[in-house]
């Protein structure tokens, strides 16, 4: 998986969990708790889509990857996980 197909994944769960955040506003190298008001079953919601639609577990020792979209991207993109 690329970067960019990574990003598409992971803008695509967010949109389904907060349909009213624009993927054009999100920094994607800052806390998208700062960004969005997302409590905490939004973002297990966020994470439980990419786990589904990706095929690769995320166990919750790796939450913290998934802080920012960069570091959600690069967990999805990279051969031997943390």
Same mark, same amino acid.
């Given at each position: 998986?690329?970067?960019? *197909? ?5 803008? &695509? /769960?967010?949109?389904? /969990?907060? $349909?009213? /955040? @624009?993927?054009?506003?999100? *920094?994607? &190298? /800052? ?8 409590? @905490? ?10 786990? *589904?639609?990706?095929?690769? *577990?995320? $166990?919750?020792? &790796?939450? @913290? ?8 991207? @690069? ?8």
């Amino acid at each position: 998986m690329t970067t960019d *197909e990574a990003k598409q994944i992971i803008f &695509d /769960v967010l949109l389904l /969990v907060a $349909p009213e /955040v @624009s993927a054009d506003e999100i *920094e994607h &190298d /800052v806390d998208l708790s700062e960004q969005l008001d997302l409590d @905490s079953m939004d973002y297990l919601n966020w994470l439980i889509g990419i786990s *589904e639609t990706t095929g690769i *577990e995320i $166990p919750q020792r &790796d939450a @913290s990857c998934f802080l920012t979209i960069d570091g959600a991207a @690069s967990y999805l993109t990279t051969p031997t996980k943390p």
